[in-house]
């Protein structure tokens, strides 16, 4: 495609977000390059790569062109950012040509933008805080009240791309042979320095059609996601149940350091999400896990109250941890969210809780920063549940690197480890 192509595309893919604006980005974005098989994987690229530019930039070109007193559209959004890219070479007379597969030529009002911009700062001195650091006006309060002093650092971390992270699949193999095995396919990985079997790719690679991959030597999961596996402690004969599985992302991981031993069941209420399970299961060799759909009334929750070793809730969360990689989330979610999930959370724990046995653990995680739906979810659910109380890692079977974790709690932030945000707290029922 040439370069006018390219940018045309993108206006196109920002329309398309614009017009169902409660849609993931990441999900509109993959249907409308479905729709569009010609576009190459290169292209695909460059589209992308434009089009997340301008989601993690969105509030602030927003109030640019709103000050500019012009339209706001996907056009206005792609020569602002253009205008506003502190090194840019575009130029837009050569790309808004209005030839074949190129976008129209500049309006008057677009031009006149255009100009207007050029050579400013992305960022402006008037800029109110939340739309400097591009969140929702009513996030910030709580963001403020997560981070304090260290809230601007934070954010910025947030506004990073994110890393490509591996789990190797001990079930098939060691990092050194998975590290080889996709340094044969021309795939550069290293060591991660905090979960023990993680593995990072520079740059973008297609890891999914690797030899590695397909065999199962290894899967994609954040190293965060990687580091709530190590929290849970699943070990050989233990019986584990992930009670909010999904795809089993981590129902993966627990088998792998069960060694396929023992029983682990993955538990959600979707069935298309437990249903993308079972491909994954298969393809890491893991044979003692079992899929339970969960539904109202369930009589399968009750005959097994008090009866697992361990029990993860990787609870339903506003992701406000993984911003790097869907920064469109930020513009969507909304205070009511944030109430309705706390509220379901909160209802989640309660009832996973009836089935640790005594004496066993129950991690509750996000991949949320907010302490709504993290600390003061452990406070509040400790307070209503005397019998649980936080604890250490184990020291014996512990897998999370030392200093992580002192009072049984893990954030995890993109500043401070490199990592989505994530947290984790491990409680033990009293015996
Ligand atoms: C953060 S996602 C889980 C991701 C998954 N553990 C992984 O690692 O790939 C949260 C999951 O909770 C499920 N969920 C929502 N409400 C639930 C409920 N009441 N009980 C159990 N699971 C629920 C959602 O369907 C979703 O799959």
Not at 37 to 50: K, L, T, V
Not at 60 to 66: K, M, N, P, T
Not at 78 to 86: D, N, Q, T
Not at 352 to 363: E, S
Request: a positive charge; proline letters at 5%.
């Amino acid at each position: 495609m040439t370069p006018s192509a390219r940018l045309s595309a993108a206006i196109d893919l920002l329309a398309a977000m614009e017009a169902t604006p409660q849609r993931p980005a990441d999900a509109l974005a993959n249907a409308f390059f479905r729709e569009r098989r010609y576009i190459g994987g290169g292209d695909r690229r460059a589209i992308s790569a434009r089009v997340w530019r301008i989601l993690r930039h969105w509030r602030r070109l927003e109030w640019w062109i709103g000050r500019a007193g012009v339209a706001f559209t996907p056009r206005m959004l792609v020569l602002a950012m253009m205008a506003l890219e502190p090194d840019g070479k575009e130029n837009p007379q050569t790309l808004f040509t209005g030839e074949r597969y190129a976008p129209l030529s500049l309006t008057g009002p677009e031009q006149a933008l255009y100009n207007q911009l050029r050579g400013q700062s992305i960022t402006h001195a008037d800029m109110p805080r939340a739309v400097r650091l591009e969140v929702p006006d009513w996030l910030l309060p709580r963001l403020e009240r997560t981070f304090g002093d260290a809230l601007e650092a934070e954010l910025a971390a947030m506004e990073g791309e994110a890393t490509l992270d591996l789990r190797v699949n001990l079930l098939k193999g060691d990092r050194g042979r998975a590290r080889a095995a996709l340094e044969a396919e021309g795939i550069h990985a290293t060591d991660t320095t905090l979960s023990p079997w993680g593995l990072r790719v520079a740059g973008r690679q297609p890891i999914t059609s690797s030899t590695a991959f397909r065999e199962g030597l290894v899967e994609i999961q954040d190293e965060g996601s990687q580091l709530v596996v190590a929290a849970v402690g699943a070990r050989p004969g233990m019986r584990v149940l992930d009670y909010c599985a999904g795809a089993a992302g981590k129902t993966l991981g627990m088998a792998m350091t069960m060694e396929n031993r023992g029983h682990i069941v993955a538990c959600d209420v979707s069935e298309p999400r437990l249903e993308g399970a079972v491909r994954r299961l298969r393809r890491a060799g893991v044979h003692n896990a079992e899929r339970h759909l969960l539904v109202t009334g369930d009589r399968w929750a009750r005959r097994r109250a008090g009866s697992f070793d361990r029990v993860l809730v990787d609870a339903p969360c506003t992701g406000t941890g993984t911003w790097r990689r869907n920064p469109d989330a930020r513009l969507r979610l909304r205070e009511q969210d944030l109430l309705e999930l706390t509220a379901k959370q909160a209802d989640i724990m309660d009832r996973a809780a009836t089935l640790v046995r005594p004496g066993g653990r129950m991690v509750y995680a996000t991949c949320s920063v907010l302490r709504e739906e993290n600390s003061d979810q452990i406070a509040a659910f400790l307070a209503r549940n005397p019998d649980f109380s936080l604890v250490a890692p184990d020291s014996v079977h512990d897998d999370l690197p030392p200093g992580l974790s002192t009072d049984g709690q893990v954030s995890l932030t993109p500043r401070q480890h490199h990592t989505d945000g994530f947290f984790a707290a491990i409680m033990q029922r009293k015996s």
